[in-house]
């Protein structure tokens, strides 16, 4: 934390006595909060900007509320994001909270915009990769006509697939029925 920053701090407390306070401890606080602004070429933009506030974040699936959780304590250190409930049933919802200054949520909320996209891709990856590795294919005379849109094959997403699946545990489930005979 810079100087500034803890001044900062400092001066917050201060204005929340001025803004809180009654009588003579207001107008002490708000004269003292004056004089350290002024001397210390503070604005009251610096101090809005410094202001942490409670910012709500949607997400869509189990693995980007973990990646939530991830950049806010990428950008602020541990203890800033928590879960949602909600007021009546007590029941999670889909948000994150997170507690921070509006330039921290800016970044926050355009790391997670980028990230969630790539995760996506690369979830999609996975899950080819996982398919293949398996094996997990109908028989040749179930597998039917490909599809129009399997008619472009890209080499680069294929290469990634199969380094992918090398990685990947073959798993086997052993057959609930007797073969045949």
Excluded: W
């Amino acid at each position: 934390m810079t100087e500034k920053e803890r001044l900062i701090k400092r001066l917050e407390g201060v204005r929340a006595l001025a803004q809180k306070g009654v009588g003579g401890e207001k107008e002490n606080a708000e004269r003292i909060l004056a004089d350290l602004m002024a001397r210390y070429g503070i604005t009251d933009a610096d101090l809005e900007e410094s202001r942490e506030e409670t910012y709500f974040i949607r997400y869509g699936t189990p693995y980007e509320r973990r990646l939530l959780y991830q950049l806010a304590y990428m950008h602020l250190g541990p203890g800033h994001a928590g879960g949602v409930v909600g007021k009546y049933t007590n029941r999670p919802r889909k948000k994150v909270a997170i507690t921070c200054t509006p330039a921290n949520y800016i970044e926050i909320e355009a790391d997670y915009e980028f990230y969630r996209k790539a995760l996506a891709e690369d979830m999609d990856l996975l899950y080819s990769a996982f398919i293949n590795k398996n094996d997990l294919f109908p028989p040749p005379e179930l597998a039917g006509e490909p599809s129009d849109d399997e008619d472009e094959f890209d080499i680069v997403r294929a290469a990634k697939i199969a380094t992918m699946a090398e990685s990947l545990d073959r798993r086997q489930r052993l057959k609930a029925l007797p073969p045949e005979e």
